[in-house]
């Protein structure tokens, strides 16, 4: 009798154990999935791309060159309380007139943070990665042409399947609305974003939606095709449509349609956000 007894606790005692060696080891997996980067690494996509407006005339003012600097310094390659792991971030992205006479840089925005990164598993083994970040935006100007905001931002980007890797992205914004007025509704709470692997490898696509806080006005789409020439070099020929408000913030007021055709180099890895 108390054979049987003992032999059950071995047995349950087995099965716990080895469902907490599966655990560790899926904990360990999401983990590696961003120690295996170099603690120096490519944040959000960096490009340089030209291109015309579709929702006015094409001259030398409105085509232009949008590029963007991005990259992010994880500050330990051990995990802190919780499982989260530190980074700093800093991206650039700069509008510039280079087709115009003087080639003068428009508008160039400046976007460092702080973020702290916790990987795990969702059911069915798919790649999640929750990221709390605390934000500045700015363009760097004063007087009237001041464009600044602050944001408290939460997000989760998932790995759903072997081609499709979605996140979602909200925002509490701090915004002085003196200098910047309305800024809160052009910009709005939140972003969801989508990567589909349309031959792995060589081609993809990106959506980026941005909701604006007004019922059906503001906020922004942006799309991207990405053909990629070389399997064992991370550049990219990216053709992306931007509509919207909030591409730059100098003129976060003013609605624009712009393709533009260039190239990319991408985060090696699906990014924290």
């Known amino acids: 009798m108390y054979l049987k007894y003992i032999l059950a606790c071995v047995v349950l005692l087995t099965i716990k154990a080895n469902s907490q060696i599966v655990e560790d080891k899926k904990n360990f997996r999401a983990a590696d999935s961003l120690l295996k980067e170099h603690s120096f690494s490519v944040h959000k996509d960096n490009y340089f791309l030209t291109g015309i407006p579709l929702d006015e ?17 994880r500050l330990n390659s051990k995990p802190l309380w ?7 971030m800093y991206t650039q992205k700069a509008f510039w007139d280079i087709y115009a006479n003087s080639k003068p840089f428009s508008e160039i925005n400046f976007n460092p943070g702080v973020a702290i990164v916790r990987p795990f598993y969702l059911k069915g083994g798919r790649l999640t990665y929750g990221t709390i970040s605390l934000e500045h935006e700015s363009n760097g100007r004063d007087s009237i042409y001041s464009r600044t905001w602050n944001m408290l931002a939460f997000s989760l ?8 890797t979605v996140g979602l992205r909200g925002w509490i914004p701090l915004v002085d609305k003196e200098d910047n007025p309305g800024l809160t509704k052009y910009v709005g709470y939140g972003e969801a ?3 589909y692997q349309i031959q792995p490898g060589r081609w993809s696509a990106d959506v980026l939606f941005r909701k604006g806080s007004g019922l059906i006005n503001y906020g922004s789409l942006q799309t991207q095709l990405n053909w990629r020439p070389y399997k064992d070099e991370n550049y990219y020929l990216t053709l992306q449509w931007f509509v919207g408000y909030t591409e730059s913030l100098i003129d976060y007021q003013e609605h624009k349609s712009m393709i533009r055709l260039g190239f990319t180099i991408k985060p090696e890895n699906m990014g924290i956000f």
Request: proline content about 6%; glycine content about 6%; hydrophobic content about 35%.
């Open 82 to 88: 919780g499982g989260f792991f530190p980074y700093l």
């Open 193 to 195: 974003s989508a990567t």
């Open 157 to 164: 980007k998932s790995q759903v399947s072997p081609r499709w």
């Open 57 to 73: 005339d094409i001259t030398r003012n409105t085509a232009d060159v949008k590029y963007q600097v991005s990259f992010k310094l």
